[in-house]
């Protein structure tokens, strides 16, 4: 899973073997379905790209309690995979990461309570934190996803402006890539500047993420991205560059067909070809860049290590990623 050629896990190598040890166990002692749950959801892990961004934004700062360190990553993973397996029954999807989802595998009562599950343990681990800033920021953290997450199920059906795109990316994804950097930072009692600038890199780099997620769901190979091409626009949830590409197209009735519910697919393959034609995945491909410009330049006041290279590449790494 960890491709050998992405050099940022290489210093966090040792710690995120631990941490997928611990994750496969947190089944352990549960309901025999949530045993079966987790092992099927850990058993392919992701690109793990928030627990590598806690390891090594730890290294930011004097303290090194390695137990609180993995108990942070540990927590923030959980919450990100307990709001996919709920995100999955919103979105009635049945393919994450190339593998059955949890409510296609078993259905959504069982999801439902398996995400329940993994945030109650998400939440048992931040508990025991030792600063209560940073139990706070994973709270604050999961009040983010939430409001995200309800501010595209209660959209009105009509295409938002880019400011409001990017305040529910912001919400739903880059929330939790800042609280990954920073919780982790002043954990490691980080100077306060270095805490701010990692900070600010999450931030940047989940907007870069989440754009180029966007971009792939409309434009990208569905072998390699792991989940079905063209989901967004089947469900009519709007995306950046369907909004470049309403504004290139001059066409008034583009926005209304993009958000219109229940797409058949003869109309969701029609869309994608305007979208693509349109210049609006180019649009939103030079969107993510200037974010993954911004996440570059955010490191430029950190110490210069290996860890800083490491948050370089993972920066270059979001942006050129095709799953
Ligand atoms: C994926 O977005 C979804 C999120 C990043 C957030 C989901 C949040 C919730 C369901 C709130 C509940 C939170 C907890 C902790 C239980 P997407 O649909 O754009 O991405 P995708 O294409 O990968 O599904
Ligand atoms: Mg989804």
Known sequence: MRGAERSFYAPVEAQLGELQRRLLDVGTGGHPTFAAAVHHLFGSPGKLLRPTLVFLSARFGPANDREVVLNLAQSLELVHTASLVHDDIVDDAALRRN???????????????????????????????????????????????????????????????????????????????????????LLADAEPEHVAALGAYGTSLGLAFQITDDVLDVAGDEADFGKIVGRDLALGVPTLPMIYAVETAGDPTLGARIVAPDKSAAEVRELLRIIRDSGGVERARARALSFHDAAAAALDSLPDRPEREALRDIADFVVRRVR
Not at 121 to 138: C, N
Not at 139 to 151: I, P, S, W
Not at 161 to 180: G, H, N, P, Q, V
């Open 99 to 185: 593998v059955p989802t949890v409510n296609a595998t078993w259905d959504d009562d069982v999801a439902l309570i398996v995400g329940d599950y993994l945030f109650a343990k998400a939440y048992s681990l931040a508990a025991v934190l030792p600063k209560p800033e940073v139990i706070a920021i994973v709270a604050q953290t999961v009040f983010a996803l939430c409001d995200g997450e309800l501010n595209e199920v209660k959209a009105t059906r009509a295409l938002p402006s880019e400011a409001k795109y990017m305040e529910r990316i912001e919400l739903k994804t880059a929330s939790l890539y800042a609280a990954c950097c920073q919780g982790a930072a």
